[in-house]
């Protein structure tokens, strides 16, 4: 059979493609289902995982050609996510974290710095590979005895979508490999080629179906289609660069790790190179620079790694990037553009937030119409201190601009061309009153921003403080996303988060309310209520993310759940808090990674009434659960508060402190009557002498070595 399109089949020729694919997929199904049988029923398979493959993916392969054929009693049917209740939930066994970025040249001499500092060999050659940043969606594919078990998108770092029946119609992703670990889990970056995506949308516009913007959308809508037969008639490719849980280690460099999955079976990038210093990855950069319109396929950048395993495990991860590995990013693409109007939008801290409306324009692939244009003095032509940016050029309404995307990320304005301007241009007046409540609109001392002083009465302010508590990495509650939240506080259901909670029994008896609404009915309401409240458990590091206080990331809100470990321990240490002084505001900021100015904003979020009554309706919903403390069983410092003093000779302290933190020891600043243990290097001072004063166990160096030695 050809893979000629439909369309251009003379009907009777098509009658009899159809007529020899029914015959053929009869036969696929009865061989499939007797390979079944024999597998999962009697315990003997009599094909090669192999072999079944193929016939599962050519039944695929047919079956999206011709869809008329497809029977719901298909085998292709009977395995996955039954259809329409969208994919299931795979929590990884071991993050998928993301990478920090580089770009310039002077960056990656900061990394290569960084990593030498952080393992204290300021002046050792450390060796790092060089591959090609593949601009498509990662995929991680776990194995257990050389078989595929499953696949799992990246979602929200943690847990993923169960896209496992997907995975398998790519021809790059073997169902099994022979001579690996008992457990192997690949992972890498799912994309589609130009040629491909070219030739996909070609189909798309000949179906009168919406054409993709760009080849990581195209993959991505292809690798999450419910039905894996879609995905099986999209070219889907497969490039393998990094593992997450294994039994046993692949090798002892990076390099042979990559070297040992291409032996397994799975795509590498060729391009993949190793460097042993800076300039030559800076020179490896732009080698893949000059390569990457004639690769066939999107790359955004090259990442770099530290090729020593070993140094990689002590180097660790910060929140959610390793410091073992970075990618430098190419230069992002300008367009110009007019700026038809400056509108303000304010956000959940009241933040006044000027955005550029654009005439439309492509940049990157992507067509763009926004951008942001940070604060009033960006507009003005001014850094936050008060320097000049542009030259001085401001920007204005009716101006051309360029515009950029540095990643993924809001595009942004670059430059502004003031000789295009008409008779009629005026400065932009930023506004002095919030657009939405029309409080005043202030700008304390120091600030960038001007912001709404109108707090919960500014409808904006509550709207985005729902809109990000509903948000991915807050309550994520499925079917409830921005765009319900701002219908449900227009129509007064929901006013503050713990509204949300209250919904059923306020709405849920009669549904009356929601039935009349377009797209809603009883059940879709009934699964709304359900989803709600499967979110009534909910992590500590969640509800603090959520709570939308200023400066509070989910980095930061992670910080707070461990080191308070519970709601109660948190919600009692805040309230007892004061601003600058006494045990609780020194015990937050001997928090690594909390500073002076969130922990001002928490204290003082919990000491406003207004917002604090709010708080506390909410919790009243909820079943907080206390911070996990990830870490090895068994470990002898679990649990333990510790600081460190003096000159370590072994470890940098940075390392020091995250390697006590992995075992799951608290690391504070400062001795107090709750240290546990005090480990003092040479030039210990009053650490020392107040650890003594409060009997603190005070040990050297090498002790804690001892005593962490192996765990
Ligand atoms: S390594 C622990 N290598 O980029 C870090 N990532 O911005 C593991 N990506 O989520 C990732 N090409 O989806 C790595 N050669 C490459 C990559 C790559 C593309 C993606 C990946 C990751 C994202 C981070």
Known sequence: MTSQKDESIPTHDRQSAVETARS?????SAQIATANRAYHTDDAPEITDAQYDRLKQRLLALEAEFPELKTPDSPSQQVGAPLGEGFGKITHEIRMLSLGNAFSDEDVTDFDERVRSYLGVPSDVIAFTAEPKIDGLSLSLRYENGRLIHAATRGDGETGENVTENARTIADIPWEISGAPEVLEVRGEVYMSHADFAALNLRQVEKNEKPFANPRNAAAGSLRQLDAGVTAARPLKFFAYAWGALSTPLAQTQFLAIERLREFGFSTNPLTKLCETPQQLISHYHDIEQQRAKLGYDIDGVVYKVNDLALQKRLGFRSTTPRWAIAHKFPAELAWTRLEKIEIQVGRTGALSPVARLTPVTVGGVVVSNATLHNEDYIAGRDSKGEQIREGRDIREGDWVQVYRAGDVIPKIKDVDPTKRGDDSAAFRFPQTCPECGSDAIREEGDAVRRCSGGLICPAQAVEKLKHFVSRGAFDIEGLGAKQVETF??????????????????YGAGLQQLKNREGWGPKSAENLFKAIDERRNISLARVIFALGLRHVGEASAALLANHYGSWSAFESAMTHARLGEGAGWEDLLAVDGIGAVLATSV??????????ASIDRLIAELNVQDAKRRMPTGSPVEGLTVVFTGTLEKMTRAEAKSRAEALGAK?????????????AGPGAGSKATKAADLGVKVIDEDAWLALVEGA
């Open 667 to 679: 690391v504070a600043g400062s001795v107090s009557a709750k240290t546990d243990i005090l480990i």
């Open 24 to 28: 053929e997929i009869s036969a696929l």
């Open 489 to 506: 506080y227009k129509d007064g259901w929901i006013r503050e988060p713990a509204d949300i909670f209250t919904l059923r029994a306020r």
């Open 603 to 612: 204290i003082t979020a919990f000491h406003q009434e207004n917002e604090r």
